[in-house]
């Protein structure tokens, strides 16, 4: 192979990246990130043990009580960040633990499929101890003996870092029987995915753990009370996880105060901004920052791009506006407006292209990773397909809109199993709520003279 | 097993497909992470087809076997998830990121640029095998968008006019 060959591979191979530097970052305003190194190496365990590693899990495998770790997380209400929100430390004290209980599962959701986000991937990549050690106090609250990183295929690199990690990890008596001598077991292995979505979903999960097809489960029982081969199990998101040593060495009302007087929502937050914005990209920065700074941090839209729309977490929140950018993104605000803060990675839109066209693009995206179990999702989201590219090529026909309102309605909470089908109704509901004009000009016929074709089913 | 009980796994025919020793052992090994068996079920599905790049119908019952669980449930899994093949595939797949990060800024281009080059859409493989063509989910690289993978590596942003160059990388 010629060098020009392999060197323009490499110029094009991709690279996670933070886009603060370190002297930005400080051990008490950036619990996540402030061991990262600008030159983007992996920080390894010597490295990870010079910056304070392992000193959460020494404290608590010292102290002994796994309750007091689960009334921290609890006080210090850390938000599931993989998007849902829920309070971790309440998620732990539901987890069935005591008498004749088994010891169960603490699960990592390592999958990071949501479009638009692309955080999880940095924290593994570069700073795999800070995953591991968060793993370990939450196998110590919970009483897990075993734990797995569910990791999609796709993660080839975080797959390499996170082996080796766990190596050193073990090696260094930080994994395995009777941790550093402390009487408490556990260890860890990486489980790698093979595509689908619904994956990230935390029942499917553990159905596909089990080698199963990824179809949700019914909650209740929740995992924590049967989970994995019927164990208690815990799923927590990666960035919630590396949440948890700074929690525990720096105590609940720290971790409250890094998002200020911004959000009832404490600690800091990995946002991140992609589409056409000048510098698409990722920051650690205290809860509650608004859209605006996250925009101004990626130096603006791209060339003379207006914004016209964005998505707050991924594409199953629900779009906003301009006017939504002084909003401080944490759960409850963005949820107020009538999306969710998801992953809090951010989409622009741009006001030249077509929401109905966006709208087609994210709506196949859900059709294709619609697991099948539910009614609504599996036949509805490509009939929604079906309707958006007949009103992009103009023409749609009269009552098209109105029937996405209801297919979109047919999949709100609680009328299918798991979120997906709610996920593919926020951002179509949104869309026709701002820019129904845009939809009404793709309607070209009246009713009943378009869409002789059957509904693309298992094609889109 | 008791070599007199027949097993619903020896009656169905692995059509002389047989797992390769260290791909059983690798298998094995997996399987140990595991409350029960089956849960290497999508591993081992990836350790066959590492080797024959495919998943060949054979080695349903071959792996079913080894995991001890019927080939109705290997072949429900494998059918399920988008990156087990079950039919052959190119040298290289390369797979193309159509979610909403690159779909804003130029997959429609790349796509396009990649359906030109490649003479192939979704689901096909070039004449010379070298290339299969599929789509992903968020590849997670929307800071790099329009990303792409092929094989193992991520690529992002990318240009149609990168690609004459990036695609030679794989013979």
Not at chain 1, 413 to 438: S, V, W
């Amino acid at each position: 192979m010629s060098q020009t060959m392999s060197s323009q591979r490499d110029s094009l191979r991709y690279r996670s990246r933070l886009l603060q530097p370190e002297a930005e970052r400080h051990p008490d305003t950036h619990p996540l990130t402030w061991r990262l190194r600008d030159d983007g190496e992996v920080v390894w365990l010597e490295e990870y043990l010079r910056k304070d590693g392992y000193q959460a899990v020494r404290q608590a495998l010292d102290e002994g009580d796994p309750q007091s770790v689960i009334a921290n997380m609890k006080e210090a209400n850390v938000r599931g960040r993989g998007g849902a929100g829920f309070s971790a430390g309440l998620k732990w004290s539901l987890t069935l633990q005591g008498g004749d209980m088994p010891r169960g599962y603490l699960i990592c959701n390592a999958d990071e499929m949501e479009p638009g986000t692309f955080k999880d991937r940095l924290l593994m990549e570069q700073q795999p101890h800070l995953l591991i050690e968060g793993m370990i106090l939450g196998a110590l609250a919970n009483n897990c003996f075993y734990g797995y990183i569910f990791l999609r295929g796709e993660y080839v690199e975080s797959s390499r870092v996170l082996n080796r990690a766990l190596e050193e990890a073990r090696k260094a008596g930080w994994l395995g029987a009777d941790i550093n001598g402390s009487g408490f077991d556990f260890d860890i292995v990486v489980h790698t995915g093979a595509g689908r979505y619904i994956c990230g979903e935390e029942t499917a999960l553990i159905n596909s753990l089990e080698g199963k097809r990824a179809n949700p489960r019914a909650k209740p029982p929740f995992p924590g009370q049967s989970g994995a081969w019927g164990k208690p199990s815990v799923v927590n998101n990666v960035e919630t996880l590396c949440n948890v040593p700074a929690v525990i060495l720096n105590g609940a009302d720290w971790y409250q105060a890094l998002s200020g007087d911004r959000t009832n929502d404490g600690g800091s937050k990995l946002y991140g901004i992609s589409g056409p914005v000048e510098k698409p990209g990722l920051w650690e920065l205290p809860m509650g920052t608004t859209g605006g700074e996250i925009l101004d941090r990626a130096g603006g839209m791209r060339g003379s791009s207006q914004l016209k729309a964005w998505l707050p977490g991924g594409a199953s929140t629900g779009f906003l506006l301009p006017e939504h950018l002084d909003l401080p993104l944490d759960f409850d605000t963005v949820g107020k407006e009538g999306s969710r803060l998801g992953t809090g990675l951010l989409t622009v839109v741009p006001k030249e292209r077509s929401m109905v066209a966006l709208m087609r693009n994210l709506e196949e995206f859900f059709a294709r990773e619609s697991c099948g179990w539910c009614t609504p999702c599996r036949d509805g989201l490509p009939w929604t397909v079906k309707l958006l590219l007949a009103l992009e090529q103009g023409e749609g026909e009269e009552g098209d809109i109105e029937l996405l309102d209801k297919l979109a309605a047919d999949c709100g909470p609680g009328l299918t199993f798991c979120a997906h089908a709610p996920g593919a109704a926020m951002p179509l509901q949104t869309a026709l709520k701002h820019f129904r004009y845009e939809f009404e000009q793709g309607v070209s016929k009246p009713r009943g003279k378009a869409h002789q074709d059957p509904i693309p089913v298992g094609e889109v | 097993m008791m070599a007199n009980t027949p097993q619903i796994t020896d009656l169905i025919a692995s059509d002389g497909f047989e797992i390769h020793p260290a791909d059983e052992t690798a298998i094995l090994e997996e399987m140990a992470h595991y409350e029960r068996p089956q849960a290497a079920c999508i591993e081992a599905l990836k350790i066959v087809q590492r080797r024959h790049g495919w998943v060949p119908d054979g080695a349903i019952a071959a792996i079913a076997r080894v995991l001890g669980v019927g080939p109705g449930e290997v072949e429900g899994v494998a059918t399920f998830y988008s990156l087990i093949f079950r039919q052959p595939v190119g040298r290289h797949v390369l797979l193309v990121c159509d979610s909403s990060a690159c779909f804003l800024t130029g997959f429609d281009e790349l796509k396009q640029a990649l359906v030109n080059q490649l003479g192939i859409d979704y689901g096909q493989t070039t004449g010379d095998g070298r290339f299969t063509l599929l789509p992903v989910c968020c590849l997670g690289a929307c800071d790099g968008a329009p990303a792409l993978m092929i094989d193992d590596d991520t690529y992002g942003p990318v240009s149609p006019d990168d690609l004459p160059g990036l695609l030679e990388g794989y013979p």
